[in-house]
């Protein structure tokens, strides 16, 4: 099977389970999507669902959170794999900071 082949397959695959199939050009540097293609992330999508998942979170938190999960550890692709997958299957826990602490103390229990 052809790359193109297989990416044709795992496309239509995401498009049956409900995903968007967006063309590059759509999300090319340039489009407001992203700066530059370096970027393997889409900065407003990911604050978009950060947002959507911790809607009692100030933004201004989401927005470090993004930066530290985006911002890789290692050189080693297979530790970033893991620590990726780590932050997507059990989630993300905020470094203690005086931010981080202030918002704790801030929000409501219970």
Same mark, same amino acid.
């Given at each position: 099977?052809?790359?193109?082949?297989? *990416?044709?397959?795992? %496309?239509?695959?995401?498009?049956? %389970?409900?995903?968007?199939?967006?063309? #590059?050009? +759509? &999300?090319?540097?340039?489009? #407001?999507?992203?700066?530059?293609?370096?970027?393997?992330? &889409? =900065?407003?999508?990911? %604050? *978009?669902? %950060?947002?959507?998942?911790?809607?009692?979170?100030?933004? +201004?938190?989401? +927005? +470090?959170?993004?930066? *530290?999960?985006? @911002? =890789?550890?290692?050189?080693?692709?297979?530790?970033?794999?893991?620590?990726?997958? @780590?932050?997507?299957?059990? #989630?993300?826990?905020?470094? =203690? @900071?005086?931010?981080?602490?202030?918002?704790?103390?801030?929000?409501?229990? #219970?």
């Amino acid at each position: 099977m052809s790359e193109d082949e297989w *990416e044709h397959l795992a %496309l239509d695959t995401l498009a049956e %389970l409900g995903w968007t199939v967006t063309s #590059g050009q +759509q &999300i090319a540097p340039g489009s #407001g999507e992203r700066e530059k293609w370096e970027e393997l992330h &889409i =900065p407003s999508r990911m %604050l *978009e669902a %950060l947002r959507k998942f911790n809607a009692k979170v100030p933004v +201004q938190y989401l +927005q +470090q959170a993004l930066a *530290e999960i985006v @911002t =890789p550890k290692s050189i080693d692709a297979i530790t970033e794999n893991h620590r990726v997958h @780590t932050y997507l299957t059990e #989630g993300f826990r905020a470094s =203690p @900071t005086s931010t981080a602490r202030a918002w704790r103390s801030r929000r409501p229990s #219970g």
